[in-house]
């Protein structure tokens, strides 16, 4: 079994700037995509951000210039550094991976969810 768990969520107001964490752990695995998804209730959750193996980074348009996604892959850590936080980034963002491990193959693991809310 592999777990991840999320950290850093909180309050802000909007303008600021806060850093989420999510950190893989388990035994004979490695991890290939890594994304940052968030969700609002009531509504699909959508994709934030994703980073490969490679450190290639995709974003939504709506984060695009705002939001840095990194990762240490000796950590198996993905990070999202979130900056000039507005009122409609306020969700639980979830972390999620495509991990290998042995005499499974590939399976997709999902965070416990964090809660980030952007209000003055």
């Known amino acids: 079994q592999v777990q991840l768990v999320e950290s850093g969520g909180g309050l802000v107001q909007p303008g600021g700037s806060l850093r989420l964490s999510c950190a893989a752990s388990g035994t004979d695995f490695s991890i290939n995509t890594m994304y940052w998804y968030r969700q609002v209730p009531g509504e699909q959750r959508v994709l934030v951000a994703r980073?490969?193996?490679?450190?290639?980074?995709n974003y939504a348009d709506s984060v695009k210039g705002r939001f840095t996604c990194s990762r240490d892959n000796a950590k198996n850590t993905v990070y999202l550094q979130m900056n000039t936080l507005k009122p409609e980034d306020t969700a639980v963002y979830y972390c999620?991976?495509?991990?290998?491990?042995?005499?499974?193959?590939?399976?997709?693991?999902w965070g416990q969810g964090t809660q980030v809310t952007v209000s003055s």
């Open positions: 980073i490969t193996s490679s450190l290639n980074t």
């Open positions: 999620c991976a495509d991990v290998w491990k042995s005499g499974l193959g590939y399976q997709t693991y």
